[in-house]
């Protein structure tokens, strides 16, 4: 009977030290660039040893990669939360929002790890691999929306692909105005070109 609370604690724990860890490694990789940072020196930040920064990550790229994976779990849920009478360009908007407005409420640290990803070649490929997959996974949902046998045929594919182009599209000028540039008025601009493409009718 205490052994499921016990599990839980621990859980939680666990999730703690890994999100205290992450958030020392992205706060000084943003400061100082990818490879000006060491794992010793993230730990120290962290108030941790560096074999328990091991016992959560891999490497300083598993870090971004962890926080990448956090973002693309965050639009699938949200696509497949949304009201099934929205139109794919109302959903996709929303599901591409998820993460913007997550950088929008944090906007001086995320504009830094977003230049740090967009600017870093190790990590930016990595970012790209994980877009193919959200494209992947985002297809699934709206196949299943739409109705369609299959998240392979094109119209799922092309929406999605397109909805991420426009999320890349957004956070590069972001990123390339410092700042300047109001993210919620860009995916707005973008999703108002893309949505005649993303509400045609599947073929």
């Given at each position: 009977?205490t ?11 666990r ?25 010793d ?48 360009s ?33 990590l ?75 509400d045609?009718?599947p073929?």
């Amino acid at each position: 009977m205490t052994t499921r609370p016990e599990a839980s604690l621990a859980q939680r724990k666990r999730q703690l030290v890994s999100d205290e860890l992450s958030q020392a490694a992205l706060n000084l990789l943003a400061q100082k660039g990818f490879d000006a940072v060491t794992v010793d020196e993230i730990a120290a930040a962290a108030g941790m040893s560096k074999r328990t920064f091991f016992r959560y990550f891999a490497s300083k790229e598993d870090v971004v990669v962890q926080f990448l994976g956090e973002m693309g779990a965050g639009m699938r849920a949200e696509l497949a939360g949304r009201p099934a009478e929205e139109s794919p360009s109302v959903a996709l908007r929303h599901t591409v929002w998820v993460p913007i407005d997550a950088c929008a409420g944090h906007a001086e640290q995320a504009l830094r790890v977003v230049q740090l990803i967009l600017g870093t070649p190790a990590l930016h490929a990595r970012f790209l691999e994980r877009q193919a997959q959200w494209r992947d996974e985002l297809a699934g949902e709206l196949a299943d929306r739409l109705g369609l046998g299959s998240a392979t045929g094109l119209h799922p594919r092309l929406a999605a692909g397109m909805a991420l182009t426009a999320f890349d599209v957004v956070l590069q000028l972001w990123s390339a105005s410092d700042g300047a540039e109001d993210p919620a008025e860009l995916t707005d601009r973008a999703f108002a070109t893309i949505a005649p493409a993303l509400d045609a009718l599947p073929v």
